[in-house]
């Protein structure tokens, strides 16, 4: 168990750049010369992604603020 935890940090805040893109738009955009247009779109898929994760962490957030406040109101 303690090695599944370490691997899911582990993976968590220690990972290495990766490509976003789906196999068609890497196959389209690797026969480019300077690859700009590549990174442009891996940029703005990374940019799209973020938005749910901030919803989430939000709710999140709220979730655990109500209950630390009314945990905090019982004693």
Known sequence: ???K???FLFSCFFFL???AQC???RAVLESEEGQTTAEGVNDGIMY???VPYLLVAGIAF???WK???ERKEIQ
């Open 62 to 64: 709220i979730i655990y």
């Open 1 to 3: 168990m303690k090695q």
């Open 23 to 25: 196999a068609m738009c």
């Open 67 to 69: 209950f630390f406040r």
């Open 48 to 50: 799209l992604m973020v």
């Open 5 to 7: 935890i370490f691997f």
């Open 17 to 19: 750049e990766g490509n």
